[in-house]
């Protein structure tokens, strides 16, 4: 059961990713009725042409920070109306964001969200996670090899037994 707990972890840490689908820890509060701060929320690719008020959206800081943020107003460019932005603000949060999402910088729109998961998720993308994680799968295999060399060693003795009766 522990090697298929770690398999379905490992899945939805990692392989989602095979699906298109890019994990990202929530770790603030900003939209705490929708993610709760420690969730895990999977963003999928979307065209920012087909964004509208009221979406919420998973869009890239000027200093690479990730964010997740509603779209309150779309603000079309002054001097080229085609070219639209995004004024985003948290649900939790009184104001707006500050700076304008522009169109390269959406990252995509949230699927689906795990609650709690996003603080595993975050742990082991530090190096010291990633080191517990690491040591944490080998001590389950090497406990599932043990366990079955001792269940086939009492089966083998047993089994002995038996026929020497």
Do not use: W
């Not at 709760?36 to 065209?47: A, C, E, F, H, K």
């Not at 995509?108 to 944490?136: C, D, H, M």
């Amino acid at each position: 059961m522990l090697v298929a707990a770690v398999v379905l972890l490992t899945f939805l840490l990692y392989g989602l990713q095979l699906f298109g689908m890019k994990p990202y820890a929530v770790l603030s509060g900003s939209m705490e009725s929708v993610y709760p701060t420690g969730s895990l929320i999977y963003v999928s690719d979307i065209d920012p042409a087909t964004l509208r008020v009221n979406d919420v959206i998973t869009f890239k800081l000027k200093d690479g920070t990730i964010a997740t943020h509603r779209i309150i107003e779309l603000v079309p460019d002054e001097t080229d109306s085609s070219i639209l932005r995004f004024r985003t603000k948290g649900d939790e949060n009184d104001i707006a964001d500050g700076p304008l999402v522009e169109f390269e910088d959406v990252v995509g729109e949230p699927f689906f969200g795990i609650p709690y998961l996003g603080y595993l998720g975050n742990y082991i993308s530090q190096p010291r996670g990633k080191i517990v994680a690491i040591t944490v799968v080998v001590a389950i295999v090497m406990i599932e090899v043990m366990v079955g060399i001792i269940v086939d060693d009492k089966k083998s003795k047993s089994h002995k037994n038996q026929t020497q009766k």
